[in-house]
């Protein structure tokens, strides 16, 4: 009876392990976000070569007969490893901008959301008044959603020139960085 009751009991703790082991944290090294992209536009995905494991890069083109009218040309998605840099989000927003007015001294910061949900924070933000490589001070938004993950740190970054950053084109990109997913 002692034997039947402790198999029963091992069958039920591998089943219920079964059952939330699907719910647990993604692996170091391949957790990912995913991220929508609005709009109609067709985007074509580029590995970005990182020199150590610990940090992936993507960068997402658009491709096609609208690229040339497209507002964001590209989305870069770079994902750090926590085993290997412990960062946060908390003080991102702040360092990119010091970095930014370096460069363009009139460049602004704009906290548009900040989240902290199970002592994980996810921040997105607008320096505006930057310049892209190609223009000058003042031409471009950058917009940028920073998320910890349960293992990573994920920065979604894009610029977007400054007479195409309407308050609608605003607002659906905001929507897209908002939804998106850790997995």
Known sequence: ??????NS???????????????????????????????????K???????TKGIRGTAYTVK???????????????????????????GTPEEKWEFEKAGCPE?????????????????LYAIKATKSPEGACGSTVLLTYVAEGPTALHTVELSIPQERYTPELQQEWHDALLQSKIE
Do not use: H
Not at 1 to 6: A, E, K, S, V
Not at 65 to 89: G, L, W
Not at 107 to 123: P, Y
């Open 1 to 6: 009876m002692l034997r039947i009751f402790t």
């Open 9 to 43: 009991l091992f069958i039920l703790v591998a089943c219920v392990c079964w059952a939330f082991g699907s719910k647990a944290q993604p692996t170091p090294g391949k957790e990912k976000i995913v991220i929508t992209f609005p709009g109609e536009y067709r985007w």
């Open 45 to 51: 995905s580029t590995k970005i070569p990182k020199d």
């Open 64 to 90: 096609g007969r609208e690229e040339e009218n497209a507002p964001v040309k590209t989305v870069t998605v770079t994902t750090i490893d926590r085993r290997y840099y412990p960062m946060k989000a908390e």
């Open 107 to 123: 460049a602004l910061l704009d906290i548009v959301d900040r989240k902290t949900a199970e002592g994980r924070t996810s921040i």
